[in-house]
């Protein structure tokens, strides 16, 4: 198999930002154990800016790797700049990932979509 | 820090005196074996003396013997030839759901060319259901393949009685032996097949050499055609040097064995009660007892076999896994699945094989180290509760 970038090894044997929120403000779950990967985000916004986001993954080094990069990459932005944050973005941050893994970087795009979108509706109500 | 190496499943280190072996092979030693002027006798001889190696090792005739490229190109040497040879007299395949990729994509590449392959199950510790193997044979089987033991969970099959079915029913039997050959006894009568392939590199022989076991009478179509080598049942100059190299692994492998499978068993057995001891919600997959004795898979409930293995890695450990994530596609291992694992558990799986130089303190420092590992990735998943 193709290697993993330096900085894919080091998000992923020093992931930043695992665990979970008290109280969070949203909170995404995606992925599937059947295919070996489950990701779950979740994000603490402050007048419109995400101000905290953690992650637990069930994964391989690039699941991992991909949800903690997407945790630096969204903590400070605003919830319109967060919905720019796309796999490739991810990917790119990470020095790119090898082909056959590029289907993780979608996991970190889709929990980031999800929590925004679990965000959005406990607005509403 | 010193590397330790538990994948010896995957391939094994050439054990020096093989290496020595093959040298002259390569430069003085070069004629074409096929060529009649005196220095290609020398590289005929060479063949022949490891023909009569492996054939006495393993209860043969040398004519029996035809050398391969490896382990996949016995299997589908075996299997295309005999269904080739054997086509106007029937068109069914009996194998399991646990087969090599080797032998279970051949018989996939048959079923789109007009053949039917009955897949059958097995048991959750790994072993061929043999009540289903008397219902799948039909008027047209004209082949059975089963593999001696698997290379995933190392369960031993039960290929004496299957081939007893076999032969009741004049069906010609196949055995996938790559995984056992050197580290078990490997006899073609007692086990009474007719054709077992072999593979080099997983006894300490070099790569790119297997050979395939053809009992005298069997049917069978070649694989590659061209010249006259193998007494016209595979074309192609013979890797010389990789034949010399595979005679000199045979004639290592049977002195050592006995004590060998006796050593290996007790540090596999050992190291599986450490960790299911310590590790909590971690199962050994495959049978407890009829099992390679060198095999340990081990699945750990909630976490991912490939980040399991990037952590050992990082210690210098080698291992394997039968997670997706270590493939091209994202199906965990058909062996675990077939065993009755869900996918959770399937991915979460880790197999170390042991070898000949494999110690004692070793196996305690990953005892010690995993742990800790299986610990990290679990406080980080969604899908374990601690």
Do not use: W
Request: charged letters at 25%; hydrophobic letters at 40%.
């Amino acid at each position: 198999m193709e290697q993993y970038s330096e900085k894919v090894m080091d998000h992923f044997t020093n992931p930043r930002n695992v665990g979970t929120i008290e109280n969070p403000d949203g909170i995404g779950r995606v992925g599937n154990p059947i295919c070996g990967d489950v990701m779950e985000l979740q994000i603490k916004v402050k007048d419109n800016v995400i101000v905290d986001a953690k992650f637990r993954t069930f994964g391989c080094g690039a699941a991992i790797a991909t949800s903690s990069m997407a945790t630096e990459l969204v903590i400070g932005k605003s919830i319109d700049e967060a919905t720019k944050i796309t796999n490739k973005v991810v990917a790119e941050a990470l020095d790119g990932l090898p082909p056959i893994k590029m289907h993780c970087s979608n996991l970190a795009e889709e929990a980031l979509e999800a929590a925004i979108k679990d965000y959005r509706e406990k607005q509403k109500s | 820090m010193k590397n330790i190496y538990l994948d010896h499943a995957a391939t094994c280190p050439t054990d020096p005196e093989v290496v020595n072996a093959m040298l002259p092979y390569f430069t003085e030693n070069y004629g074409n074996p096929s060529s009649i002027y005196s220095i290609s006798r020398t590289t005929r001889n060479a063949i022949e003396d490891a023909r009569e190696i492996l054939a006495k090792a393993i209860g043969a005739s040398s004519g029996e013997i035809v050398f391969t490229s490896g382990g996949s190109e016995s299997d589908n040497f075996a299997i295309k030839g005999v269904a080739h040879a054997l086509r106007e007299k029937g068109r069914h395949i009996i194998t399991s759901q646990i087969e090599h990729h080797a032998v279970l994509y051949t018989c996939k590449f048959l079923e789109k060319n007009g053949y039917d392959v009955s897949y059958l199950p097995v048991d959750s510790a790994g072993i061929v259901k043999m009540d289903e193997l008397e219902k799948a044979i039909r008027r047209d089987t004209i082949l059975i393949t089963i593999m001696h033991a698997n290379n995933e969970i190392g369960s031993i099959q039960p290929v004496r009685e299957i081939a007893e079915i076999a032969k009741k029913h004049k069906i010609a039997f196949h055995t996938d032996a790559v995984q056992t050959f050197g580290h078990i006894p490997v006899n073609v009568n007692e086990l009474n097949v007719d054709l077992l392939s072999i593979s080099g590199h997983k006894f300490h022989g070099p790569k790119g050499v297997g050979a395939l076991y053809i009992r005298k009478g069997t049917k069978i179509t070649p694989l590659i055609h061209g010249g006259d080598q193998e007494r016209r049942r595979r074309a192609s100059t013979e890797n010389v040097p990789g034949i010399v190299g595979l005679g000199q692994a045979v004639e290592i492998a049977p002195g050592i064995m006995s004590d060998e499978m006796k050593r290996q068993a007790q540090l596999r057995d050992t190291f599986i009660g450490k960790i299911l001891n310590t590790i909590p919600d971690s199962r050994l997959n495959g049978h407890a007892t009829q099992r390679l004795p060198n095999n340990i898979n081990i699945s750990f409930k909630g976490i991912e076999g490939e980040s399991i293995l990037l952590n050992l890695d990082m210690f210098g450990i080698a291992a394997s896994t039968g997670s997706a994530c270590s493939s091209s596609s994202l199906e965990p291992s058909h062996v675990l699945l077939a065993i009755g694992l869900d996918h959770e558990l399937a991915h979460g799986s880790v197999r170390f094989s042991l070898g000949k130089h494999t110690t004692l303190e070793e196996l305690d420092r990953v005892a010690e180290i995993l742990p800790g590992i299986i610990k990290k990735l679990r406080a980080m998943s969604p899908l374990y509760n601690q």
